[in-house]
């Protein structure tokens, strides 16, 4: 599998520079909000110094002033804090989820080749897992942490105000913070970001063995897939100790700049004191500040830790934003059906295969049925035809117009496939993909047409019963109705089958059902039965990317060649019956 790409930091301070621009009122907003809400904490280890101060020198008569104080700042700034928190989390929340539909819209926008290459245990992870790990930084971490940084900065200020010394005091703990954080960064970075590849790479042999789940049985091969999907969990849960002896490592050295830091504030007031350039309040207030600074400057460095692992998550959920989507096609209003040509069409994979030359045309309103080996190319033409693939040499032609000129209106076109999908949601939900705007008697009517209206009135709540996962279960047959009734509200110029009646085995009311759908339009057909094929206007013959013979269907037979070997085989074959 070829992963998709990640953004480096460059890219990923751009998109942030970018989404937070267009919110920079709020911004500055929380901002001014965070600000004073750490102003008004230094009210706090001020006038606990005074009433120390107070207490030493038989001034008690200014202690319920100064009690009232405390008590006033300590509720403001719960106030400020708590409405900082909340704007900071707003934000956060709407560029988490903008940034979340645009990545999943890039993935459906993607050219085919590259979704292939990824595999979609890397596309789930970015799509949710990264999604999720961004989500509980934004929710729970960005809010305090914002909120503490500002903190720092205001609480190192007051200890300037007492006295310069106690602010130098304190930054006897930053060497010991500045290099512990140095060293952290350098270090957790990648071992995030390798634990997330490796969670993709689990999720990918997961999720194909979920799929192949038949075939693992029938191989009894179940042994030798666990150890797969073992040895990719194995190698996540390694990477995820590294990065966790990382962090373990990271915070013992914060809490040693802690000691140092506070044994330099308590020294320096000690001899302040004694030298009559502090009082004990003032040396009290200044080792209130330093202790009140744990909290945010653990905060701070400790919240390093999950931004590490949300700055990889975000880089890698960016790093789909710099792939180029596949171009968003202009449809012709007039639907009609027209010409598919192709001219000397070529085309490669990276494992090989290779189209070699391919010509031939599609008559408007015909049916072109493709036959050949499996891996002769039936599939990969399709794809062309569909506009998943460009070609690498040659032209396709849609109507007379290629699909990679720009600017020029194409015909639609559609496809129903062996593996039709049934959506989470209710039956008009899922039909209504097709046309949003249709109504419920316009649905019926596409159904009565396709003869799957009997099923769909005996459903629980009809039009409305809810089908797809976790929902009302469709048989082979009426899924595919469905997804055919979907490609009549479509409504393509084009049509490409792909074995459209394979998995019902033949069911006579999907073939009645497909000669509706490609009644008067253009289709291509990927013939396995050849039936199919014999019931076609034009067929093409294809062996190892290669045209080999076309024409009608008693032409090939009369001809002796490749095809009337195929159908003298498939005609004898159990297929047949």
């Not at 750490?38 to 101060?53: E, H, K, N």
């Not at 012709?332 to 059906?337: L, V, Y």
């Not at 062996?543 to 024409?551: A, F, K, M």
Request: with cysteine; aromatic share 4%; hydrophobic share 50%.
């Amino acid at each position: 599998m070829t992963a998709l790409p990640v953004a480096d930091t460059t890219q990923t301070r751009a998109w942030l520079r970018t989404m937070l621009g267009a919110r920079r009122l709020r911004v500055l907003a929380a901002v001014v909000v965070l600000v004073a809400a750490s102003v008004s904490a230094l009210a706090l280890p001020a006038t606990l110094g005074r009433i120390v101060d107070a207490v030493a020198g038989a001034d008690t008569g200014r202690l319920p002033l100064l009690i009232g104080i405390v008590a006033g700042a300590g509720i403001l700034h719960a106030l400020l804090a708590a409405l900082g928190r909340l704007l900071v989390s707003r934000l956060g929340e709407e560029m988490l989820a903008e940034l979340r539909f645009s990545v999943v819209a890039r993935l459906l926008r993607l050219p085919s080749g590259v979704v292939e290459k990824a595999g979609r245990g890397d596309l789930v992870a970015r799509a949710a897992g990264d999604a999720r790990v961004v989500g509980d930084v934004v929710t729970s971490l960005l809010p305090a942490f914002a909120g503490a940084a500002f903190s720092i900065v205001v609480t190192l200020i007051g200890l300037g105000a007492i006295d310069p010394r106690f602010a130098l005091a304190a930054l006897a703990a930053a060497p010991v913070q500045f290099l512990a954080t140095r060293r952290y960064l350098r270090r957790a970075r990648p071992a995030y970001l390798a634990a997330r590849d490796a969670q993709g790479d689990r999720s990918q042999r997961m999720l194909e063995s979920v799929d192949a789940a038949a075939t693992i049985r029938a191989m009894d091969a179940s042994s030798a897939r666990d150890r797969h999907i073992d040895e990719a969990a194995t190698t996540v849960v390694e990477r995820e100790l590294r990065a966790t002896r990382i962090s373990v490592a990271f915070w013992n050295q914060l809490n040693v700049a802690e000691l140092v830091g506070l044994a330099a504030v308590l020294a320096t007031g000690f001899a302040l004191v004694g030298s009559g350039a502090t009082t004990i309040g003032g040396a009290t207030a200044a080792a209130l500040y330093f202790h009140a600074l744990f909290g945010p400057i653990g905060a701070v460095l400790g919240g390093i830790d999950e931004l590490q692992k949300a700055s990889a998550a975000l880089s890698r959920m960016v790093g789909v934003l710099t792939l180029t989507e596949r171009p968003e096609r202009l449809v012709r209003a007039e639907r009609s059906p027209v010409e598919v040509a192709l001219e000397d069409v070529g085309f490669g994979y990276e494992q090989g295969f290779r189209l070699h030359g391919v010509r031939f045309a599609i008559p408007a309103g015909s049916t072109t049925a493709l036959v050949g080996a499996s891996g002769a190319g039936k599939s990969t033409i399709a794809a062309l035809v569909l506009g998943a693939l460009p070609p690498a040499s040659g032209r396709l032609l849609l109507g007379g117009v290629s699909p990679s000129e720009t600017g020029c209106a194409l015909p639609r076109v559609g496809l129903a496939g062996q593996e039709p999908h049934v959506f989470a949601g209710t039956l008009a939900e899922n039909l209504r993909l097709a046309r949003p705007e249709a109504g419920d008697e316009e649905l019926r009517e596409v159904l009565s047409r396709l003869d799957a209206r009997h099923w769909v009135d005996r459903l629980p709540d009809g039009l409305d019963t809810v089908v797809g996962a976790g929902g009302h279960g469709l048989t082979v047959v009426e899924a595919q109705q469905l997804a055919l009734a979907r490609l009549l509200l479509h409504d393509p110029d084009v049509l490409v089958l792909d074995e459209a009646t394979a998995a019902a085995g033949g069911d006579r009311s999907l073939d009645r059902a497909v000669a509706q759908v490609t009644a008067g339009r253009t289709t291509l057909t990927i013939a396995h039965r050849l039936d199919q094929a014999e019931r076609a206007d034009h067929i093409v013959v294809l062996d190892d990317g290669r045209v080999v013979e076309q024409g009608t269907h008693d032409d090939l037979v009369a001809a002796g060649g490749p095809y009337t070997r195929i159908w003298e085989a498939w005609s004898r074959g159990p297929a047949r019956t």
